[in-house]
């Protein structure tokens, strides 16, 4: 039974006053599904929100890491960094990370590795541009994304990696894939999978639709069948809303 996972990437947001107070909010929220919970603040609030929140249901994840163990990297943050926080999961791959910071699949590949040489989990993002999907070749580029940066991976190594499919034109805009738009890619995913390992390893995978998920349209979004959850941008910054798609399996 693969896991449903709902995770909460809040960006460059909240300094350290918001990121107590809406970790309070989080806190006095009931959950009634069975999806893992995950918040995503920045870096420097990583140690606050993760202390806060030892004793409750939720997991504090990175929102990114270097490939390098260490080094002369002026800014960076390595996995063994994290590690030493108590940090175990780790987003790679974000759409904005690709668009902003030239995050290649090579790149991202290396990071993959780092992260599981560290014992730790990702949450592989990925996802086609308003223009691939006009030109119809939405699943030629998440085929190539997910190849490049995953498939020197083996077998096993799939227990801790986690896909979340976050098409660009979706994120941030307000526009969501129809459900069966994401249904439709989830199962394109899985069987790739399938063709290149195994039936275990695609049956395993949790794959997570991210991009303008919202109370209102979570419950039909995480109700096809090849829908693990949700990588919650905007809507993870509000507790109640956060949790209403929580809630919304
Ligand atoms: P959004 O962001 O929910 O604000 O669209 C999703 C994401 O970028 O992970």
């Excluded at 140690?47 to 890491?65: P, Y």
């Excluded at 390595?78 to 990370?97: D, F, N, P, Y």
């Excluded at 599981?116 to 990702?122: A, G, K, S």
Aim: proline residues 2%; negative net charge.
């Amino acid at each position: 039974m693969r896991k449903q996972i709902v995770a909460g990437n809040w960006k460059m947001n909240n300094g350290l006053i918001q990121t107590k107070s809406l970790i309070v909010e989080l806190k006095q929220q009931t959950k009634t599904s069975n999806a893992e919970v995950m918040i995503a603040p920045t870096f420097t609030n990583l140690w606050h929100a993760f202390e806060a929140t030892r004793q409750d249901d939720i997991e504090v994840i990175a929102q990114n890491m270097h490939f390098a163990e260490n080094g002369a990297y002026t800014g960076e943050i390595s996995a063994g960094m994290l590690k030493s926080l108590g940090i175990q999961t780790v987003i790679l791959g974000h759409s904005e990370r690709r668009a902003y910071y030239n995050e290649t699949d090579e790149a991202l590949a290396k990071k993959v590795s780092t992260a599981l040489e560290n014992e730790m989990r990702v949450i592989f993002c990925f996802g086609e541009e308003l223009s691939d999907r006009k030109a119809g070749k939405q699943e030629d580029v998440v085929k190539s994304q997910l190849v490049n940066a995953l498939c020197h991976l083996k077998a096993q190594d799939f227990k801790h990696i986690v896909l979340a499919y976050e098409p660009v034109w979706a994120i941030g805009t307000g526009e969501t894939a129809t459900p069966d738009q994401a249904q439709e890619m989830h199962a394109f995913i899985r069987n790739l999978f399938r063709d290149r390992y195994n039936d275990e390893v695609a049956e395993n995978l949790s794959i997570l639709y991210g991009g303008s998920v919202k109370p209102s349209n979570a419950k039909e979004i995480f109700s096809k069948p090849d829908v693990d959850g949700g990588l919650i941008g905007g809507a993870s910054l509000k507790a109640e809303d956060f949790y209403a798609i929580v809630n919304a399996f």
